[in-house]
């Protein structure tokens, strides 16, 4: 049964994913997530329904469109294919219960704003206002921490970014700080402590490893935000594990 619906859920966040896509280019350039449906933005040719499922069709038409034969990026079904795992995921981790309600919640606007931020480096007020109550709602339905270290979580998450942006002259951009604060609402404290390590951690990695492949310029800015919302989920998943690890080590 369990992995029947790890399944589901998997197709599920295949479509879902595919919506996600959509939303995250279309917001930030102020275009309607409904019309005009899915084209090809090279040729404008209208998707037909073979062309929109989740990640086949970009399989089966190697990356490009049927009808102009432009490359469709990869990214499209990758952020199908990623949505389509952390809801399977995240589903094996929490279960069938009301946790599974934040949790989706939290990876669908992890999909969004990583989307816009890699494309735009911008991340929608639009989507963090769209989200915002359905989380605050999700918590106050159910919440295994008390309340109040929710609360801590999202005045640390857009504190320290508060701060960092004044003292970096401005490096740190809004969109990150009331993203931070959003995310470190939904992990709590001290989750939102090992996403904002995990998040500079992986930082540095990719960041160092994109420089050193000559993909990015030496000051070229890289988008936070992505980096952000993974740490965010792996600690909203494993952070307490990791904080037992690390403390066990540290007294060992
Ligand atoms: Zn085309």
């Not at 599920?12 to 279309?26: E, K, P």
Request: charged share 10%; hydrophobic share 55%.
């Amino acid at each position: 049964m369990t992995i029947a619906i790890a399944l589901y859920l998997f197709i599920v966040g295949l479509v879902c994913g595919s919506f996600f896509n959509v939303v995250g280019l279309r917001v930030p350039a102020k275009q309607s997530v409904i019309r005009p449906p899915s084209h090809c933005t090279s040729c404008q040719t209208q998707l037909r329904r073979r062309d929109l499922v989740p990640v086949f069709s970009w399989l089966l038409s190697r990356g490009r469109c049927r009808h102009c034969g432009a490359q469709v990026s990869f990214v499209y079904p990758l952020g199908e294919l990623v949505t389509g795992l952390l809801f399977a995921g995240l589903f094996l981790r929490f279960g069938l219960s009301l946790e599974l309600i934040s949790a989706l919640l939290l990876s669908s606007l992890s999909v969004i704003i990583t989307v816009s931020d890699l494309k735009y480096m911008l991340i929608p007020n639009k989507v963090l206002l769209f989200f915002l109550p359905l989380l605050i709602a999700a918590r106050v339905l159910h919440h295994e921490l008390p309340l109040w270290q929710y609360l801590v979580g999202a005045l640390f998450g857009g504190g320290i970014l508060l701060l960092v942006h004044l003292f970096s002259g401005g490096r740190m951009g809004f969109g990150d700080i009331k993203l931070f604060a959003v995310l470190g609402f939904v992990i709590g404290f001290p989750n939102t402590v090992v996403a904002l390590l995990l998040a500079c951690l992986l930082g540095v990695i990719v960041g160092g490893a994109l420089q050193l492949l000559g993909l990015i310029e030496r000051k070229q800015p890289v988008p936070f935000g992505p980096f952000l919302a993974v740490g965010s989920l792996i600690a909203y998943a494993f952070g307490q594990a990791i904080i037992d690890g690390y403390f066990s080590i540290l007294f060992a």
